[in-house]
């Protein structure tokens, strides 16, 4: 959290958090603090710097208020009044049908009310569906067990009604979405990789030896010497730039082959694009925001992964405009 150009961390932010949810301050108040723009909704607010900080704040003020308190469930309730477990036409005319009715009415209203902030119950308190959505992608993209999952989530055992209603439910089911969602991420990507001429894994992991001394230019190195050479407009110091350990001859060579990439830029940044505009269309498929600072945190990831050189490719806002405006993304 970032309160008057001051950095918090999580323990100081819980701190100033519980400060306010003692003192009886409201959301719009609290979030009028944190910066975030009135009159919009949360999900408008998302990509605020302390959006999580705000919506931390409502659960902790709602726990707060409602320490001790939860509605019992509709099952418990149709029970005391006589009408759980009845077959339907005896149910209509119980003498607590309207009422049971009533209450289940009055259930479903609040549990839709509710549902903003208290979307599932994981670790020690109840989460908000953004933070579901993203504690469910990481288990996903880390290949956790499915049973394991349902024993995080407290569903082991449960079938049934007992397990659709459970508070936890819906997080499962985002769970097993997100594990296809990444499958299918991981083909495409995998096919992209295949087309951009990766090297396959090793036994024991890494990248295998290549057994030819020359090697290819990485995609981002041929966008990084074609920009330099646009900058500058002298080939020659270009080549010394970034291949300064070649002989005289080879250097020669050299430049032809930046010319020849020169005229094959727009084929070359489409396939070192490849891997982010896949990953970017999927988080956003899957209603995860994107920030910018996301994007390129990806982005050189991408690159490590892809052995770029860190000094050639930062992922700039720069970079993050044109790659946008290149493939006519938004975030």
Not at 6 to 35: C, P, Q, Y
Not at 80 to 88: A, H, K, Q
Not at 163 to 171: D, I, K, M, S, W
Request: charged share 30%; aromatic share 8%.
């Amino acid at each position: 959290m970032v309160l008057e150009g001051l950095i918090h961390d999580s323990k100081m932010t819980k701190k100033k958090l519980s400060s306010w949810v003692k003192s009886g301050n409201t959301m719009e108040t609290v979030g009028a603090r944190l910066g975030l723009q009135q009159g919009l909704s949360l999900e408008k607010n998302a990509e605020h710097m302390n959006y999580e900080a705000l919506v931390k704040f409502i659960r902790m003020k709602f726990e707060a208020e409602n320490a001790g308190k939860q509605l019992p469930s509709v099952e418990n309730v149709g029970k005391y009044l006589g009408v759980w477990g009845l077959p339907l036409n005896q149910q209509r005319i119980h003498a607590n049908w309207r009422a049971f009715k009533r209450y289940s009415k009055m259930y479903a209203e609040y549990q839709k009310l509710m549902k903003p902030i208290r979307f599932s119950y994981i670790g020690s308190g109840y989460q908000t569906e953004e933070k579901t959505k993203d504690i469910m992608l990481k288990w996903a993209m880390a290949k956790r067990r499915f049973a394991d999952v349902k024993q995080s989530l407290g569903l082991t055992g449960l079938s049934g009604q007992q397990l659709t209603e459970h508070v936890n439910y819906e997080a499962l089911q985002l769970f097993k979405g997100y594990v296809e969602d990444v499958k299918r991420l991981e083909e495409t990507v995998a096919a992209e990789n295949k087309g951009m001429g990766r090297q396959p894994l090793k036994e024991g992991g890494g990248r295998k030896e290549r057994k030819n001394v020359r090697t290819s230019t990485t995609f981002e190195t041929r966008l990084a010497v074609i920009k330099h050479f646009e900058e500058s407009g002298d080939m020659a110091a270009t080549v010394e730039r970034f291949f300064p350990a070649l002989s005289v001859q080879a250097k020669r060579s050299k430049k032809r082959v930046v010319y020849g990439w020169i005229k094959d830029r727009e084929k070359i940044e489409s396939a070192c694009d490849s891997c982010i505009v896949v990953w970017l269309r999927s988080m956003q498929k899957l209603g995860v925001p994107v920030t910018g600072t996301m994007l390129s945190e990806h982005a050189l990831d991408v690159a490590k992964e892809l052995g770029i050189d860190s000094a050639l490719f930062t992922a700039s806002v720069t970079w993050r405009k044109s790659f946008l405006k290149r493939h006519k993304l938004t975030m």
